[in-house]
């Protein structure tokens, strides 16, 4: 089959590696696939378009994507996206964000070729609109209930990693932050924004580490407001040596999750799915999530994690639990891993979505 996948971006955001992933699987798969981003303005970190390169997942014209209505600029993509589709016949489009979505709409009425157009809901909330679309995939239970009422086709979809990044044997960095054999690490992994609730996290924390001094906690991550919202709290707190920073990693990820006993993450970000949360349940890192959004899809209460609610004397009960009975935290992870590498499988992922490519484009 072939396939066109639209992401109006160009950094290295949420929703950038699960779409490269699919775009990946589909092509190892055996299907002819094309994807269209924006061109990237900054090469000082990672991008889409460099690591589509480097996945040998071919890009087809850069377009600008410019947001805030920029009308002339939209208006020539979506001509030369129009064109783009006559001229390559592709058997579907599948778009993953709102302006790639719109532009698509706006070329296909501009095209003589007109394949379904699809969509991927990476949202963190139901889609809302359903506009030009033939299809949505959904990851979360809840959102594909209001999905599927705006659409002829909804299918769920399990949210997928490639899991051979994710070794079960790794030795951890643990001792590279000071940490040591006798400490109950919890880890975070979040780019640090108010609406992740991070201040809620930190007076957890507090709360534990008061009851259980062996707790220490590992924040890895960036953000524009991490200073005011994260590391200026902890000073307050008092708590430099207890909760630390590594910052933005671009080196020895892996080994940072290994180094983790367990996770806390409170709310998911711009990736709906919650992929950093996926990540570490794989590793076998059992996680403490609020009952927002699809965390509590994805850890089951009580098996592989606690689903509690966002509230720091809930968090901080059962981070103590853990950090008095590490066993427990362990049989907890094991669980998670088992399961995790079962769910998240991007194989999975990959035949299942073909099977709904076959229904679409056949209907």
């Not at 040596?241 to 999750?257: A, C, P, Q, W």
Request: aromatic share 6%; net charge positive.
């Amino acid at each position: 089959m072939k396939l066109l996948h639209l992401m109006s971006d160009w950094k290295w955001t949420g929703p950038c590696e699960p779409t490269l992933d699919l775009c990946v699987g589909l092509r190892e798969s055996g299907h002819d696939i094309t994807l269209v981003c924006a061109a990237a303005e900054d090469s000082s970190n990672r991008t889409l378009p460099d690591e589509a390169r480097k996945a040998g997942v071919p890009l087809g014209p850069a377009l600008r994507f410019k947001k805030n209505l920029r009308l002339v600029s939209n208006f020539k993509d979506a001509r030369l996206l129009s064109r783009y589709i006559d001229e390559q016949k592709f058997d579907l489009i599948h778009c993953h964000q709102t302006l790639d979505h719109l532009l698509a709409v706006a070329a296909l009425k501009m095209s003589k070729h007109r394949p379904p157009l699809v969509r991927t809901n990476h949202r963190s909330e139901p889609l809302g609109s359903a506009l030009g679309l033939a299809a949505i995939f959904s990851f979360s239970a809840a959102f594909h209930k209001e999905d599927r009422t705006l659409v002829e086709h909804a299918f769920l979809l399990q949210p997928a990693l490639r899991l051979e990044r994710y070794p079960q044997e790794v030795v951890s960095n643990r001792s590279a932050f000071g940490l040591k054999p006798e400490h109950f690490v919890v880890g975070m992994v979040l780019r640090v924004q108010k609406h992740r609730r991070i201040d809620v996290a930190l007076e957890a924390l507090r709360m534990a580490h008061k009851q259980t001094p062996n707790l220490r906690a590992l924040i890895v991550g960036r953000g524009t407001h991490r200073e005011k919202l994260a590391i200026k709290p902890v000073q307050k707190m008092g708590l430099e040596d207890v909760i630390l920073f590594s910052g933005y990693l671009k080196e020895g990820y892996i080994e940072t999750l290994a180094s983790f006993d367990a996770l806390l993450f409170p709310r998911p970000g711009s990736d709906g799915t919650a992929r950093a949360l996926r990540e570490a349940l794989v590793m076998g890192k059992p996680a403490i999530v609020t009952d927002v959004g699809i965390l509590p899809e994805i850890v089951q209460n009580g098996e592989t994690g606690y689903v509690v609610s966002l509230d720091a004397s809930s968090i901080a009960e059962k981070l103590v639990e853990w950090a008095r009975h590490p066993e427990k935290a362990r049989k907890m992870g094991a669980r998670a891993s088992r399961l995790g590498r079962e769910r998240f499988d991007l194989k999975r992922q990959v035949h299942d979505v073909e099977k709904a490519y076959a229904k679409i484009v056949q209907s």
